[in-house]
């Protein structure tokens, strides 16, 4: 487990390096003393580990720009890839507050080390195309911030450049139902397309944060998070405080059939994500949100393991597992 003694740590992703794994994520000071004040203030820190149990701390990643720099307000959720240049990718949220709300963008700094990062130009790499995806203009509340976060990077598997997921929102459909899966393509890292969402608005969710694709046991697999309040009734029925979610998908590269997602935790584990240990066994990593008495957390769990199971008897219909614990709190 990953505590810091003077930071809360939320939202987060690995990159690995031989048998080390980095973990990066979102922080901000315990002396702000209401959690509810850290997402305003977030940097991006860093710790590595052999063992995804016990970690050292390393210097921070990254922090947010000096105006008017788009990313002035905070720096937020990403991944990293490592290039055919053998340099490390680091796709991050940037920040910026409007008068009109809160707009995040794409961003991109680059590492040789995974230590030292360097912005990469002073200007997004993706930001919303308002041909699919809506913007501050048309948000109203409670959504009235314009969602384009969580990049996830990865390998195209036919060898064809690059895939970029983003939680984003549509612009057409019920509001309340208008969370999508964001696309991005690029040849080289550097310069992105934004394409077409690959998951479609009105299937139950709100938002669908930090995604991410893998292949689990021969089966590819997406995971996203979305809490009970931003759940429409018929998905709620299957977890009312919502979680991280999982389905199984044909393709990594979609569609995602996130109507039919099942949740791997409720919503004392939030921001899960899958990775990969160093015996290759796949675990459920998570943050640690709520305790029992409904404080916020903010810890580093350790791995769960999951595995592929049946659901409800239906011999067609494997469901991703975790083997989740009592955590801190509860």
Request: some cysteine; proline content about 8%; aromatic content about 10%.
């Amino acid at each position: 487990m990953l505590k810091l003694p003077d930071a809360w740590l939320w939202d987060f992703w690995f990159a690995r390096q031989g048998d080390v794994h980095h973990v990066f994520y979102l922080q901000a000071s315990r002396a702000l003393q209401d959690p509810d004040r850290r997402h305003l203030r977030a940097c991006i820190g860093h710790s590595t580990s052999t063992d995804l149990r016990s970690w050292t701390r390393q210097p921070d990643a990254l922090v947010h720009g000096d105006a008017p720099a788009f990313d002035q307000t905070a720096t937020w959720t990403g991944s990293v890839v490592q290039g055919p240049d053998g340099r490390w990718y680091l796709f991050y949220t940037g920040l910026e507050r409007t008068d009109r709300g809160l707009r995040q963008q794409i961003a991109l700094a680059i590492s040789e080390d995974l230590t030292t990062w360097q912005r990469f130009g002073d200007r997004p790499v993706a930001v919303a195309d308002p041909r699919w995806y809506s913007g501050l203009a048309d948000s109203p509340q409670p959504w009235q911030d314009e969602h384009w976060r969580d990049p996830w990077v990865f390998a195209d598997p036919g060898g064809d450049g690059w895939h970029m997921l983003i939680t984003a929102r549509a612009n057409h459909g019920p509001h309340d139902e208008r969370g999508v899966i964001g696309h991005a393509r690029s040849r080289d890292l550097l310069t992105w397309t934004v394409q077409p969402p690959l998951t479609e608005p009105g299937l139950g969710f709100g938002q669908l944060e930090v995604p991410q694709v893998a292949v689990v046991d021969g089966q590819a697999v997406l995971v996203f998070s979305c809490l009970g309040a931003e759940l429409r009734p018929r998905m709620r029925q299957q977890s009312p405080t919502g979680g991280t979610w999982a389905v199984a998908v044909a393709s990594l590269t979609g569609p995602y059939p996130v109507q039919e997602a099942v949740p791997l935790t409720d919503d004392s584990l939030y921001s899960g994500r899958l990775v990969q240990d160093g015996a290759g066994d796949w675990q459920l990593v998570a943050f640690h949100n709520r305790s029992a008495d409904g404080r916020f957390i903010g810890e580093l769990s350790d791995p769960m393991p999951v595995t592929w199971a049946v659901r409800d008897g239906e011999p067609t219909r494997r469901v991703l597992a975790a083997r989740t614990g009592a955590g801190p709190g509860t």
